[in-house]
């Protein structure tokens, strides 16, 4: 798949990446060894960290993004406008389940941040979910 970026990292979007970072140290990641972390900013200009959770059971773990989403919208939040994902190793782009999630509550042009091999790339949602799913 042919995945174009848009522009080259913003001040805000080295700063989202760098809270990402940090809260990637308190990963959860015991099975995977892929510790992940994110960071979020709404619209309302608050930013909301988490990291990948993992279970024995596997099918409990919750990923780093969604931990951020599943914070900022128990906080009130329901509007975000920018997420960055970064793994100790290899690349963090979101899981499918994410990007699902992720469309609940940002818009088609909001952004993805990806670190892949210490570069970010910057997406609009609509680039890495085409055709989500909506009721
Ligand atoms: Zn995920």
Partial sequence: MDIKLINKATAEDIALMK????????SYSPYSKFP?????????????????IENASYGATNCAERTAIFKAVSEGERKIRKIAIVAKKGD?????????VMS????????????????????????????????
């Fill in 19 to 26: 809270e990402a970072r940090k809260a990637m140290k308190n």
């Fill in 92 to 100: 963090a782009y979101p899981c499918g389940v994410c990007r699902q």
């Fill in 36 to 52: 992940v972390g994110a960071a979020l900013i709404t619209d309302s200009g608050k930013i909301f960290t988490g990291c990948n």
């Fill in 104 to 135: 609940e509550f940002m818009d088609k042009n909001d952004i993805v941040l990806v670190e892949v091999n210490k570069e970010i790339k910057r997406f609009r949602l609509e680039e890495i979910l085409p055709f989500a799913f909506e009721l």
